[in-house]
Structures are given as structure tokens and as C-alpha cells.
């Protein structure tokens, strides 16, 4: 599986925009690019994935570099409900049906 | 919509003893999977399912059986619980397989003591 980096952690303050990297240098011309974000005590949440194009829905918004070797999660306004951790997780299906969870970037959210 | 379901929430087992973790959608969901996290650690897929009567083993499924009679239930039977199976157990579905998001339950965490 191609690998991905994540910082370990961030911060940001309340209502202002957050914006999550992830490199991932060796993907695959078929490789997704997945984000969860898991909430304490609770399981994994699917917030966005795209495989060229940026991408938008009502959690967030996912750029993606033009290389494919890097990408951003940007969360518009951060709330306190969005502290959690960000996985950036790639997938190229075929056999391979697993989401490779790394360690994933803890997100702080100030009041 | 329940969404993904899991029994039960937490668990205390001895060594040696066995149980079912139980799992179900109700989303219609042909595939499913099951996950064990680690303190501080990363999910990692111990079993996968890609239609009812067709399962397969992921990274760690040394120590754990699984069956999909249909499509809503996916157990996940423990024969002789150890130790090193201490962790909490996500079980998950998809619409389709690595283009589509995995929707997850809230776990069930199982301490072997």
C-alpha cells in the first residue's frame, strides 16, 4: 500500500478555517484519497475522498495537489465537534478492500 | 436509519473463553468488514465479507472465524480468547469496495483478562 504522512497533531481556534495535510508520494495512478476523522469513544466517520479533482460536500472540502503527491483537507470553520483525529487514507480497490489506518493527525479545537 | 449496529458495547472475557461479536446494517450493503483497534493505534482489518456466503481474511485474522449468512449480519466469533485480543472491534459496510465510504459502527470494546 502506498503510504501516507500525517502530522501528528494541530491546532486551530473556533470558527476559524482548518487546513489538514497529507503527503503521500508514491500513490498510484488509481489510488483514492480517503478522509475519516474519528471522535473519542466513537468509531471512524467518512468525511470526503476524490481521486484528481477537488471535492466538496457539506463536512468539507478536499484539494489535491496536481501532482497527486500531496493533498489538504480544509474544514471551512472549525467547532468544537471537530476535534477528533484525520485520517488521509489511499485505496486502489482491486483486491485490496482495506483502509489502511495510520496513526493520523490529532485536530485541537480552541474555544 | 440505524446504520451500522453492534453488540454489545463492552465485554470482559477470561482466557480461554469464547463469544460473538455481533454486527448488523441496515443499509443493504453487500460488503462489510471488521476491525480491531490497539491503544494509540491505527485500525487494522481482520476480516472482510463481499456478499452473504463470501468472506476473506485481512491483515490479522489469526484467532477469530466469521460468517455471513446474510446480508444485514456479519459475527465475529472469538474461539479461545487471549490476551493480545484485548482492543475494540469495529465493524463496518460499504455500498461498493474502494470508491465508496465505509460506514462504521461505535464498537465494541473487549478486555481479556
Known amino acids: 500500500d502506498a503510504k501516507t504522512t500525517q502530522p501528528n497533531s494541530m491546532e486551530s481556534n473556533e470558527e476559524e478555517p482548518v487546513h489538514l495535510p497529507c503527503n503521500h508520494s508514491t500513490i498510484s495512478g488509481t489510488d483514492y484519497i480517503h478522509w475519516y476523522r474519528q471522535l473519542p469513544s466513537q468509531g471512524p466517520e467518512y468525511v470526503i475522498h476524490?481521486?484528481?479533482s477537488n471535492v466538496n460536500n457539506r463536512m468539507a472540502s478536499l484539494a489535491i495537489a496536481e501532482d497527486r503527491k500531496s493533498s489538504t483537507l480544509i474544514l471551512h470553520r472549525a467547532t468544537l465537534r471537530d476535534a477528533a483525529v484525520y485520517y488521509c487514507i489511499l485505496n486502489s480497490g482491486g483486491s485490496n478492500y482495506k483502509l489502511t489506518f495510520g496513526k493520523g493527525t490529532l485536530l485541537t479545537v480552541n474555544p | 436509519n440505524a446504520g451500522v449496529t453492534q453488540t454489545p458495547k463492552f465485554r470482559i472475557l477470561k482466557i480461554g473463553q469464547s463469544m460473538t461479536l455481533q454486527c448488523a446494517q441496515d443499509m443493504n450493503h453487500n460488503y462489510m468488514y471488521w476491525y480491531r483497534q490497539d491503544p494509540g493505534m491505527g485500525l487494522k482489518l481482520i476480516y472482510y465479507s463481499v456478499g452473504a456466503g463470501i468472506t476473506d481474511k485481512g491483515e490479522v485474522p489469526n484467532g477469530y472465524n466469521v460468517s455471513r449468512s446474510t446480508t444485514e449480519d456479519f459475527p465475529l466469533r472469538l474461539e479461545l480468547a487471549a490476551p493480545s485480543q484485548t482492543s475494540v472491534y469495529f465493524c463496518?459496510?460499504?455500498?461498493?469496495?474502494?470508491?465508496?465510504?465505509?460506514?462504521f459502527g461505535d464498537g465494541t470494546r473487549l478486555s481479556i483478562l
Open positions: 476524490g481521486l484528481t
Open positions: 463496518a459496510s460499504s455500498y461498493g469496495a474502494f470508491n465508496q465510504p465505509q460506514h
